[in-house]
């Protein structure tokens, strides 16, 4: 089980980092949703740009490590710090993002994060 919630969580991140960047970022660019100028760029573009991109990477390094060494990802400095990740993600959709995909999106991966921690062999050992 531990092993289908990692492929799980890591391969949501990197398949809503995707969506948000085409959705947020492409579609708006393509319409012309926003007015061009140094602030529609800096603060629309580049937080949801930064976002998603981070999104994608951390998910598809995860991917690579789950493939390669999914030992690793049962023990608890990865999880953890893919949680913190998680939480971090949340915490900027909630400060600077009105909309309410991003948040269920990171609410989600730290969800299935949390579950393969608990999942991992021999976490229930007492």
Not at 3 to 17: I, M
Not at 22 to 50: C, E, F, K, N, W
Not at 62 to 87: E, Q
Request: glycine fraction near 10%; aromatic fraction near 12%; hydrophobic fraction near 55%.
């Amino acid at each position: 089980m531990h092993k289908w919630l990692v492929y799980t969580a890591f391969g949501w991140l990197t398949l809503t980092g995707i969506a948000h960047f085409a959705i947020d970022v492409v579609s708006h660019h393509v319409r012309g949703v926003h007015p061009p100028g140094a602030q529609t760029t800096l603060l629309y573009y580049g937080l949801h740009s930064a976002y998603s991109l981070g999104q994608v990477a951390v998910g598809a390094l995860g991917l690579m490590v789950a493939a390669r060494a999914l030992p690793l990802l049962a023990t608890t400095p990865p999880l953890a710090l893919a949680l913190l990740a998680g939480l971090g993600w949340l915490a900027i959709a909630f400060l600077f993002s009105p909309y309410v995909p991003p948040r269920i999106n990171a609410g989600v991966f730290c969800a299935l994060v949390i579950a393969a921690w608990l999942a991992r062999p021999g976490a229930m050992a007492g």
